[in-house]
């Protein structure tokens, strides 16, 4: 018979291997090699055991993501998305409205059965006069906002019945844990909107998936009319190519290194990604696209199946870059590669009616203020990152006064 003190010490030693084949198979060996430091990636960099607590539920999760997503949005509730009754609103007549005149279209269509899809986590700012700006157009646009448990409590708190006044769907994901690098964050809204518009089919005509924040409304964008509607897009181009670096000067440019990535995961053809270094491509901003319900679920479907396909060695390559600009990557990415070359869509920069205005384009007077912004004689619908012109940003309050003394009120700096 084995004494019990051996007999322990073998389930130990049994027990130790066990976890160390668990860790290796999800961190790797070549990450704690004797020949270099010991740097864990922001995948894994919740703590080693909350890693193993985290992924021991991945094979009985509902989330249908990745490992690599899983670790980082586990506390994402797919159930609290889907099984959302979505209820539409017609009458804004109680809402607390801004004082302005829009600069609407002189054409109208019914709006009431399009829809605002944003998100916020842990913050308030640019919610109020983002939805007082929208309602003083006269828009009936319906608005789903994603938002975490302790977000939803402070928005209903805060802001007393504004939510319900002013026609806005607070979809609660679930209570937020950390994400240590703040790039993965901007991921919530891709994983959301999927499971959303996934569930929700057939209830909307246009969408507008829209930075909540830095965005602010002088007129109503839906009301503009497209001859093809389900195959046009609206979208704002960055500057140029040289704007995101993406200049034809070796492997050593970071956008360049993102977009092969998710080249590498094509299956049976090969992506070169120097195309993207044409200057004749343009390069399009992820912030604020406004696309029909059927064009944007193929768009955000195909968003999760790549982000989906990264495996460990590319996010340990993607980690080693960590820029902020990986979704916007991966958003030209899937319009070039997965959507343009098989479907005929006609994109507007900007919209053919200035529906949109980012202020890194050129040629504008920036001393104009809200909410009268202007190009060659044409207001501007949508104001996109009104941080940019601090004289810009600062005339907003003013105008969507702050009744509820929400700090800050109107995001007027880069950090937000």
Request: aromatic share 14%; net charge positive.
């Amino acid at each position: 018979m084995i004494p019990l003190r051996t007999f322990l010490s073998q389930v130990n030693i049994i027990c130790y291997l066990i976890f160390l084949a668990i860790f290796f198979s999800e961190h790797g060996f070549k990450r704690f090699s004797i020949f270099q430091p010991v740097v864990l990636n922001s995948t894994s960099e919740l703590s080693f055991w909350d890693d193993i607590r985290i992924l021991r539920n991945y094979d009985k999760s509902d989330l249908k993501l990745s490992r690599h997503l899983y670790r980082l949005f586990y506390w994402v509730n797919r159930s609290l998305i889907e099984n959302y009754k979505f209820t539409f609103y017609h009458d804004f007549s109680s809402c607390a409205t801004c004082n302005f005149n829009p600069h609407n279209p002189t054409t109208v269509r019914d709006d009431s059965r399009d829809v605002v899809i944003g998100f916020l986590i842990q913050r308030m700012v640019g919610l109020v006069p983002y939805v007082q700006s929208l309602r003083t157009t006269h828009s009936k646009a319906q608005i789903a906002l994603f938002v975490d448990k302790a977000s939803k409590e402070k928005i209903l708190s805060q802001t007393n019945t504004f939510a319900a006044d002013c026609g806005i769907n607070l979809i609660e994901i679930g209570e937020y844990q950390t994400v240590q690098v703040k790039r993965y964050i901007y991921l919530v809204k891709q994983i959301t909107t999927s499971i959303f518009l996934n569930s929700h089919q057939n209830l909307f005509n246009r969408v507008l998936i829209s930075d909540i924040t830095d965005v602010i409304f002088q007129g109503n964008p839906f009301y503009i009319s497209y001859p093809d509607e389900k195959n046009t897009m609206v979208m704002s181009t960055e500057l140029s190519m040289k704007h995101f670096g993406l200049l034809p000067n070796g492997r050593r440019i970071r956008e360049y290194k993102i977009l092969e990535i998710y080249g590498e995961n094509e299956k049976g053809r090969y992506v070169n990604v120097t195309k993207y270094f044409d200057p004749s491509r343009q390069y399009y901003n992820v912030g604020v696209i406004m696309f029909h319900s059927s064009l944007a679920l193929w768009y955000i479907n195909e968003m999760m199946t790549a982000l989906n396909s990264i495996n460990r060695s590319q996010v340990d390559r993607l980690d080693q870059l960590n820029v902020r600009i990986e979704e916007q990557c991966l958003h030209n990415y899937v319009l070039y590669e997965k959507m343009l070359p098989y479907r005929k869509i006609t994109i507007y920069d900007d919209g053919p009616n200035l529906e949109f205005f980012a202020p890194w384009k050129p040629g504008f007077n920036k001393t104009q203020i809200f909410p009268d912004f202007q190009i060659n004689g044409s207001y501007a619908l949508i104001y996109h990152c009104v941080y940019h012109i601090q004289h810009y940003c600062k005339s907003i309050a003013p105008k969507c006064p702050n009744i509820y003394h929400i700090h800050p009120f109107v995001r007027c700096s880069h950090i937000g």
